[in-house]
RNA sequence: GCCCUGGUGGCGGAAUUGGCAGACGCACCAGACUUAAAAUCUGGGGUUCCGAUAGGAGCGUGUGGGUUCGAGUCCCACCCGGGGUACCA
């Protein structure tokens, strides 16, 4: 019975696959080019695969096997990304370690994956949980904890332009004489203050639902990004990577990837660097006495002398601005409510009012302050500063609109030039002074109109924009741009100022207190009374890894103290050969970690000397091509991105950059078709429950509804429709007894949606060819798509074609059909096969898989007509259409009498001579417009085409008591008669 | 608000980058095979108007304008959907 038989196929090539390790990436050599494709490794979670997985899966499975068959070197691993919550959250469920739940849904999504026929090196997998992995995990980290950033080291980058700043071993740091005069102590506090990995105690996001701390992009509005649980801002010791340090070299080295442009500026955007000036302002002992004028003068005359310094001072509120050249127009400045001048600067008179703004605004979670971001609030502090450009007296206020973790927490308002200030000046009846004036040109913006307000009898906007100075003493009538320049060095001159840059990006809070995530490899020196002293002690390197300690119960602790912090004593306690005193460090690391390194350890996953063996390195790194969610074009690519900076730093991998080119995969929606509202439900009850649907009520971000399923063994998962439960009728598709128009709607697939498709159920009704297809046939791998069941019906039909083109499907055995011959092929059968060839490989090399598709298709609509189909067309075909279907090829390529895999077959080539056409047909245009076409000889120049069209008939008569104006002839492609 | 995307038949999508709009597939309709169904095969179709038919004329790629012999593609303005971000001085 060989009909087409993608169980048995399937199964049959999968198992050749294996036992050959057809897949094994081959060991360096000079003869061979490398190509080393990455998919962006899952995490493996308790619900298996869903059909989003294996999209990118299955576009990185057709470029590597299109690769291997042009004779490269393929490297294409898959491994797991499997620490984190999911597994840690159901062992305090059930008891079962997380350790027995990964190894499971490991096990699930290996099985899966396999049985879709990716072409992966298993040999190379590797799992983030495993012990010998976050070993060198921790080591890394140990890197980090040994580097600064010496800012002012200059080196020559691969672009052979020069950079200044790089990271450097702490042995390395210059320790100013004063510290090293006070001890080995100080020494060692002073090089833990400038190491890549430090202990801050700023405000962290901790979120007492998931019973850990988070870092700021996993927070979104103040809730967590995963459950969105509230979020609190509470104050704690924890571990922080200074990404800050590469913010210029993230952004700047980006320039030169093969990534999508959008994606390039998504991340500059998140560094969102920019540039302007610090400007100190004169506060004296305000606060104190409520006068700042005394000793200005006396401070300007030392600050001339001795320049601008490093630390700012008490007697100086020194700001960040991107425009100093409203310095004139600053009428009052605003510290954050956390900046620690507040208490000094706070008057009795108004000690109360502040005290007690700085108490609500603490309390405020990061939602409440967006919430209530439309309006300002703030209060006078009862000080005030001196401007350093005019001398005037400046008032003092707190507000919350001022955030303590940008710049240097306090700023200069400019009311008449920002918006932000404008509205607070407003508000609180604070003079405008207007120091810019706008182009003649200027028309305010929406948001500039609609602050507009009367003062005074005076309609005041806003202005944001560039213009030119005015009311600025000498430098009135300066455009802004100059005056910028001219202001900075004027500060620089006197030492009131100088040029500066900020960035968006903070640095990465990289402590969790959770179980189910590497242990730092960290001891904290301990004093005779058994309290840390804030010393640390690094784990040697031969004594990693770390390893978790042993835990009955996973309960949260519920306040923000590790989950480690429940190990016993013996892990927990230590005395070093010294005799000091030691306690482990209790915080793991983020589930980030283990990502941000994999794509080096896959060149060389059981090297048990180091995290990667440098000749490996060297000859497998860049990525040649990394395919991905768009969810990761921030975090997971600048965090790995940072970390192999700093790697190549400390002269451990070889390249700047680890993925030379980047894709992003769009989303596959799922079908919303049988939500209904509770309303519409309630009209049909009876009837959706007499075809046999389960209703389930429910509840996605805050929208009832109630999902009409078909009874299905997984819960999530979605289950089509059978033909009896609807009816069909003028193109609508209407629930059988119903009033229910089931239209083409679609939403994220979600298991709180219960519209996630299993790719298991699609597999066993159609086979892992069919899915691939599909997934690929749906639209282009960047775009957000749809997924049909009745699509994969589609492709598995094509195949069906495919197979009875070469297969005989009425024999007893799989044998080729008769109309397969040895037989030379016509110049048709060449020409479209060849056509065929040139278009599938071009469509491969642009990732553009649906018309790939598309194209073999029309071989196939095409081949199956013919009589005769010679073995010599037949054979081309199937090589092309391997990458995508692989398990149905290896089988047509087996029965077309080859005895190997197809897997390593060269990669077939198209001869332009053989697509030239005799006769091509002639569009003919009158003003644009297509009024007739002919058939004319291949290879016409101009005159001829022109020649050919006015010998037409139908040409004639429309030319017929017209004149010709112009003739435009384009070979190949018309003839435009511009007539009158 | 700002930034990034996208908008083409009933649906998913093609269109060599300014040159025949709707490839390929789904759904739909009709036919063949069949006692029948499934499967398979063949054919059909953007839309309006004229025509009995053959055929012909007009309009069509979110909207309005522009450039051009010619615009889905380029330019200007606007509308709508999706994603990201949000007091970053």
Redesign the pocket.
């Known amino acids: 019975m060989p009909r087409y038989d993608a169980k048995r196929i399937e199964a049959r090539w999968q198992e050749f696959w294996d036992e050959h390790a057809t897949f094994k990436a081959a060991e360096p050599s000079d003869d061979t080019d490398k190509f080393y494709v990455l998919d962006m490794f899952p995490y493996p979670s308790g619900s298996g695969l869903h059909v989003g997985h294996p999209e990118g899966y299955t576009a990185t499975d057709i470029v590597c096997r299109h690769a291997r068959m042009n004779g490269k070197n393929v490297l294409h691993p898959m491994g797991w990304d499997s620490f984190g919550l999911p597994a840690e959250e159901h062992a305090v469920k059930t008891g079962t370690h997380p350790r027995e739940t990964t190894k499971q849904n490991i096990e699930t999504f290996r099985r899966q994956l396999k049985m879709l026929g990716f072409s992966y090196d298993w040999s190379r997998e590797l799992a983030t949980t495993d012990p010998e992995y976050y070993r060198w995990t921790q080591w890394i980290f140990l890197q980090l904890f040994d580097t600064w950033y010496d800012s002012a080291h200059e080196w020559t980058g691969p672009d052979g332009k020069l950079r200044t700043g790089k990271g450097r071993p702490v042995s390395e740091l210059p320790i100013p004489a004063d510290i090293t005069d006070a001890g080995e102590e100080a020494v060692r506090r002073y090089q833990d203050k400038h190491r890549l990995a430090y202990i801050s105690d700023a405000p962290v996001n901790w979120c007492p639902a998931l019973g850990t701390v988070l870092a700021n992009e996993e927070v979104?509005d103040g809730k967590s990004e995963r459950g969105s649980h509230p979020v609190e801002r509470v104050a704690l010791k924890q571990w922080m990577l200074r990404i800050t340090a590469y913010a210029d070299r993230l952004a700047y080295e980006l320039n030169d990837l093969d990534w999508p442009?959008?994606i390039k500026?998504?991340q500059r955007?998140w560094i969102?660097r920019?540039t302007?000036a610090e400007v100190d302002f004169f506060i004296g002992d305000a606060g104190a006495t409520g006068s700042v004028s005394a000793g200005v003068e006396d401070w300007k005359t030392t600050r001339s002398k001795g320049g601008w310094p490093a630390e700012p001072g008490d007697d100086v509120l020194r700001v960040?601005?991107?425009?100093p050249d409203t310095l004139y127009g600053a009428t009052y400045m605003v510290i954050?409510p956390e900046h620690p001048f507040v208490d000094r600067l706070t008057t009795e008179e108004h000690k109360a009012q502040v005290v007690e703004y700085r108490r609500t605004a603490s309390l405020k979670s990061d939602l409440d302050?967006?919430e209530?971001?439309k309006e300002?609030s703030g209060v006078f502090t009862g000080s005030y500063a001196i401007n350093p450009v005019n001398g005037e007296q400046i008032p003092i206020w707190v507000a919350?609109?001022?955030?303590i973790s940008?710049?240097t927490?306090a700023?200069m308002a400019v009311p008449a030039h920002?918006l932000?200030d404008f509205e607070f000046a407003v508000k609180f009846e604070i003079p405008i002074v207007q120091v810019v004036e706008p182009p003649a040109s200027w028309e305010p913006?929406?948001?500039e109109a609609a602050l507009t307000t009367e003062i005074n009898g005076t309609k005041m906007t806003p202005f944001s924009a560039k213009g030119t100075a005015i009311n600025s003493g000498e430098y009135s009538g300066t455009p802004t741009d100059d005056f910028k320049s001219k202001i900075t060095d004027l500060l620089n001159e006197t030492g009131l100022g100088q040029a500066a840059v900020?960035y968006?990006l903070r640095d990465w809070l990289f402590s969790r207190q959770r179980y189910w995530g590497e242990p730092f490899p960290i001891w904290h020196e301990l004093d005779d009374a058994g309290n840390p002293t804030g010393l640390m002690r690094a784990e040697t390197a031969a004594s990693l890894p770390v390893l978790h300690p042993h835990m009955e119960d996973f309960k949260p602790t519920g306040t923000p103290q590790p989950m480690l912090s429940k190990a016993t004593d013996d892990w927990l306690y230590k005395t070093d050969t010294d005799g000091t005193k030691l306690k482990r460090e209790t915080n793991s690391m983020p589930q980030w970690a283990g990502s941000c390194w994999y794509f080096l350890r896959f060149c060389d996953n059981k090297n048990s000397e180091a995290f990667i063996d440098p000749a490996l390195e060297k000859y497998w790194m860049p990525v040649d091509l990394y395919i991905g969610g768009?969810e990761h074009a921030v975090l997971h690519l600048l965090y790995s991105r940072f970390w192999h900076k700093v790697l190549f730093d400390r002269g451990h991998v070889s390249m700047v950059e680890p993925f030379q080119k980047l894709v992003n995969q769009g989303m596959i929606l799922g079908d919303t078709d049988y939500n209904v509202p509770p309303e519409v439900f309630a009209a049909n009850r009876d009837a959706i429950e007499a075809i046999g649907l389960e209703p389930l009520h429910l509840k996605v971000d805050d929208k009832e509804f109630v999902a009409l399923r078909n009874p299905s063994p997984s819960a999530d998962a979605y289950c089509p429709l059978t033909e009896d439960q609807v009816v069909?009728e003028k193109?609508k598709t209407i629930l059988k007894g119903t009033t229910i128009e089931l239209r083409?709607r679609t939403d994220?697939m979600s298991k709180s949606r219960r519209n996630v498709v299993n790719p298991d159920d699609v597999v066993r009704d159609y086979g892992a060819d069919s899915l691939r297809l599909y997934e690929m046939f749906?639209?282009?791998l960047e775009?957000?798509?749809?997924w049909?069941m009745?699509?994969v019906?589609?492709?598995y039909?094509?195949l069906?074609?495919v197979w009875r083109m070469i297969i005989d499907d009425r024999a007893e055995d799989v044998i080729l059909n008769e109309r397969v011959t040895d037989a030379e092929p016509t110049d048709e059968q060449l020409r479209i096969l060849h056509k065929t060839i040139k278009a599938v490989t071009a469509d491969i090399d642009k990732l553009?898989c649906?018309?790939a598709?598309?194209r073999m298709?029309?071989f196939t609509?095409f081949m199956?007509?013919e009589d005769s189909r010679p073995k010599s067309v037949l054979q081309p075909f199937v090589l092309l259409l391997s990458p995508f279907a692989p398990h149905i090829a290896e089988e047509l390529w087996n029965v077309l009498g080859s005895e190997k895999s197809l897997a390593y077959e060269p990669w077939p080539t198209h001869d332009e001579t053989l697509l030239v056409e005799d006769t091509v047909?002639l569009?003919i245009?009158f003003?644009?417009k297509?009024?007739a076409?002919l058939q004319v000889p291949n290879g016409l120049n101009k005159a001829g085409m022109q020649a050919a069209a006015e010998a037409d008939d139908a040409v004639k008569k429309q030319l017929a008591g017209k004149t010709v104006v112009?003739v435009?002839a384009?070979p190949g492609?018309?003839v435009?008669f511009?007539v009158r």
């Open positions: 979104i442009e959008s500026l998504l955007n969102g920019s302007g960040y601005t991107t425009r954050a302050r967006t209530l971001a300002k919350d609109y001022v955030l940008y710049g927490g700023i920002d932000r913006t929406k948001d900020n968006k768009a069909k193109g083409g994220k749906m639209g282009p775009q957000v798509k749809p049909s009745q699509g019906e589609g492709v039909r094509f069906g074609r553009s649906n018309t598709i598309s298709m029309e609509n199956s007509h047909e569009p245009q003003n644009g297509l009024k076409k112009k435009i384009v492609r018309m435009n511009v």
